[in-house]
């Protein structure tokens, strides 16, 4: 057991004793710190003002992912390196190639958003991604400009490329993590960081009120926003066993805790659809911490995940003490946010049925913005057609209920008939029926449902075979 996490400021070890365990990094680099290079934008992860670049051992290497300080706890640094825009020149002050190309192209003006772009350019700069277009967009997109416009800062990003040698050597981060479980006690506060399944499985029976700490994207909220005092935490982020991803005969198993940033080439490769839609749930920053455990651990209707993982008929491996059982996604969540975990039960696996020959899977998400928005809706369709006849159909729903369900309603209206535009908008008119949406801030009622039934539209449209047509016609 050790009482504080132990990590490298820069280069420097850092063993806070003194710090809730609640703190932000972003708190603790501007006030225990006085490191004022990280600014505060936004407090909940979607400005980017506050990247700062993670740095762990992976292999030989240093892997750098950025995040957002403003929502991540202080204890989450254990055995990392942190890096701010304060540690990123040269030793003899030279700026550092991604500096550099900022200044050259004009990329700052206010210079408020300009560390938070540095810090996710440092990451891009020293990652494993050809520096292209695409890439940079994607590693921006969770960081906001309010005036220089972004052309600039992309031509910045395109200009530093890639570096060439690795930045920094693991020997003295290795050194950091004695494999031992971190426990804090301050004040009222307790924070602990089991080392193993079996481990947090004990752990979280003996407290079973305690918060279960993933990645903390929603969780990191409760504090900053909705200033709820959090007295017990067990976090899941140093269990390894947790983060991995392995298929088992025709399953893919994905440990809980594992980073959507880690799962998404996997759920690509798979369900290239489910790739498209992860590419779009919050920003780079927020897939490098936040977990599809999760996301369905939250229960919130409008998770991304959940719809997905029910049309793919995934089912999740629970566990209390040393007790497992296995529980559909459909049947998880039992009311708005309420979900049929047990006292001290956590999930430990989802379990993915492998595509399967003849097998077509589509998902949409429909949002505000293309990045870094939550769904309006979010619809999810895994279809097996034959001859002509849709011989096996499951349909997921994100935002038409208090819960993610499954349209099952829907799917009877379809299942065994020929998969033709008759069908499909027999199976639109069930849709009205099958869900009572309601009306908020993201969509009204009326919207959803039309957006509902035009997106199993959209998925008949696109593996039906229909004609260019009939794809221009608009769905009533
Ligand atoms: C800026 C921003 C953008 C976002 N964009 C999206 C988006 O586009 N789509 C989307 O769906 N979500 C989005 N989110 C929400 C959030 O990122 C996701 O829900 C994420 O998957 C949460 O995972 P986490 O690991 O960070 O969970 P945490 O915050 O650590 O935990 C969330 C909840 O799950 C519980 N929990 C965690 N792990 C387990 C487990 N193994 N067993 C049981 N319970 C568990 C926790 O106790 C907590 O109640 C966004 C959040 C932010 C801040
Ligand atoms: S301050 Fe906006 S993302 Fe952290
Ligand atoms: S330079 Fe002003 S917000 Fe980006």
Not at 142 to 166: K, S
Not at 397 to 413: I, L, N
Request: hydrophobic residues 40%; aromatic residues 6%.
């Amino acid at each position: 057991m050790r009482d504080a996490p132990h990590f490298l400021l820069g280069q420097t070890l850092r063993q806070p004793r003194d710090v809730s365990p609640t703190m932000t990094v972003l708190d603790y680099l501007r006030t225990v710190e006085s490191l004022h290079g990280t600014k505060e934008g936004c407090a909940e992860g979607d400005c980017g003002a506050c990247s700062v670049v993670l740095g762990e051992v992976d292999g030989d290497r240093i892997r750098y992912r950025t995040v957002n300080a403003c929502i991540l706890f202080v204890p989450a640094l254990d055995g990392k390196q942190l890096l701010t825009v304060e540690h990123v020149s040269a030793p003899d002050g030279q700026p550092h190639p991604v500096q550099q190309a900022m200044v050259d192209c004009h990329g700052s003006q206010c210079g408020f958003c300009t560390p938070g772009f540095v810090m996710s350019l440092f990451a891009l700069h020293h990652g494993d991604a050809e520096v292209d277009r695409t890439a940079v967009t994607d590693a921006l997109a969770g960081n906001l400009c309010r005036c220089t416009g972004y052309r600039p800062i992309v031509d910045a990003a395109l200009a530093a490329g890639r570096a060439e040698a690795d930045q920094g050597s693991v020997a003295a981060l290795a050194g950091l993590d004695t494999g031992a479980t971190l426990s804090i006690h301050h004040g009222t506060q307790s924070y602990i960081a089991p080392r193993s399944v079996a481990e947090l499985a004990e752990v979280l029976e003996q407290n079973p009120d305690a918060t279960l700490l993933a990645g903390g994207t929603d969780v990191g909220i409760w504090v900053t926003k909705q200033h709820r005092a959090l007295s017990a935490i067990i976090a899941l982020d140093r269990v390894a066993e947790l983060q991995t991803i392995a298929t088992s005969g025709d399953t893919l198993q994905i440990g809980a805790g594992a980073l959507y940033e880690d799962v998404l080439p996997v759920l690509q490769r798979y369900f290239p659809d489910f790739g498209v839609l992860l590419h779009r749930l919050g920003s780079r920053q927020i897939r490098n911490r936040g977990t599809i455990g999760g996301n369905i651990g939250n229960a919130s209707p409008i998770g991304d995940t959940a719809p997905v993982l029910i049309a793919l008929g995934a089912t999740l491996l629970l566990r209390r003490g040393a007790v497992q059982r296995s529980i559909p996604v459909e049947d998880f969540f039992v009311g708005y946010r309420k979900t049929a975990l047990e006292p001290g039960e956590f999930i430990e696996r989802i379990d993915i049925p492998l595509p399967k020959s003849g097998q077509e899977f589509r998902c949409y998400k429909v949002a505000k913005r293309f990045d870094q928005d939550i769904s309006a809706v979010c619809g999810a369709f895994s279809l097996h057609i034959e001859n002509g006849i849709l011989t096996a159909i499951r349909i997921g729903f994100g935002g038409m209920a208090a819960t993610p369900s499954r349209a099952r309603a829907v799917e009877q209206a379809l299942l065994d008939q020929p998969w033709t535009e008759a069908t499909v908008r027999a199976g639109m008119a069930a849709m009205d029926n099958a869900f009572t949406p309601i009306s908020d801030q993201r969509a009204s009622a009326a919207y959803r449902s039309r957006v509902a039934r035009n997106l199993l539209f959209k998925a008949w449209l696109e593996t039906s075979g229909a004609p260019a047509r009939t794809r221009l016609a608009v769905a009533p």
